[in-house]
């Protein structure tokens, strides 16, 4: 009877450390799965204007961001604006360089 419940005892034992190691193994997929999930909601609100990106939520839009930068890494990178003395306002974003007139 004593070499059951020993044997039992490593048996929860073994299973509490698989257990363990399957949460470590876990947590860096729900972090890929949320950030997935983070980046279908983005390209739901996209609305592709004027060669920029704008994310339109609840009726407010925001932006303007570089298509270069979501198309190739999906990454929503903002465009800053700076005026120039001919041509009004340009942007530019500061991740890949890309400049563009409005």
């Known amino acids: 009877m004593y070499e059951r419940v020993i044997s039992l005892q490593s048996q929860v034992m073994e299973l509490i450390g698989a257990n363990m190691s399957l949460r ?3 947590q860096p997929l729900k972090e890929e799965l949320r950030k997935l999930n983070d980046k279908t909601e983005i390209t739901k609100s996209l609305k592709h204007q004027n060669n920029n990106y704008y994310t339109v939520v609840a009726g407010k839009e ?3 961001f570089c298509t270069v930068c979501w198309d190739v890494d999906k990454r929503l990178v903002r ?3 700076y ?4 041509g009004g306002t340009r942007y530019r974003c500061d991740y890949c ?4 007139s409005s």
């Open 62 to 64: 925001d932006g303007p």
């Open 79 to 81: 465009m800053f604006g």
């Open 97 to 100: 360089s890309r400049a563009r």
């Open 24 to 26: 470590e193994e876990m």
């Open 83 to 86: 005026q120039v003395p001919v």
